[in-house]
């Protein structure tokens, strides 16, 4: 991998942050960082550690991570022992659908959460309630917004 530019580590930094908000690990969302910022389409384990100067613990444990999350993939090279780490950008709209059936997922819990509490507290029961109508609204808007996107695009 080329040395990295001081605007490229700027970047990865600000992605590792992003990431790391969203509730990853620090190096994790260093990682993903690095793969999206990389001319190259695959690096090896060694040419992420060595770009990042982080561990080989570190480095293997934020891989597993993403392999598991399915946000990269790795692919081999026939007399090379070596794999070779890039994103996973191919699965982006099932990744949207699935983080839409999550929110459904915790808008459920809400309003079960809502009907426990009964009438206790009302301004709070009606604040939730419209937290869980927006929830259910994006959760049903969302695919058929994405749906119309893919199809605009292949017109």
């Known amino acids: 991998m080329a040395i990295l530019t001081s605007e490229q580590k700027q970047l990865i930094e600000k992605m590792g942050i992003y990431h790391e ?17 990389s001319d190259q389409p ?13 561990s080989k613990s570190a480095a293997s444990n934020a891989l597993n991570l993403l392999l598991q999350m399915r ?21 982006w709209h ?3 659908v ?7 997922r915790f808008s459920k819990l809400m309003r079960q959460a809502n009907e426990l509490r009964g009438d206790a507290n009302l301004e ?3 604040r939730v309630l419209e937290r869980i109508e927006f929830m259910e609204f994006l959760s049903q808007e ?14």
């Open 21 to 37: 908000q969203q509730g990853f690990p620090p190096v994790t969302g260093r990682v993903m960082g690095l793969l999206y910022i």
């Open 42 to 54: 695959q690096l090896s384990f060694e040419e992420i550690i060595e770009a990042l100067n982080i």
């Open 71 to 91: 946000l990269i993939e790795y692919t081999t090279f026939s007399g090379d022992r070596k794999r070779y780490f890039s994103a996973l950008l191919e699965n």
């Open 94 to 96: 099932q990744e949207v």
């Open 98 to 104: 699935s983080k839409m059936n999550s929110i459904l």
């Open 124 to 126: 709070m029961n009606k």
């Open 142 to 155: 969302v695919p058929a917004l994405l749906e119309k996107w893919l199809k605009d695009r292949k017109a």
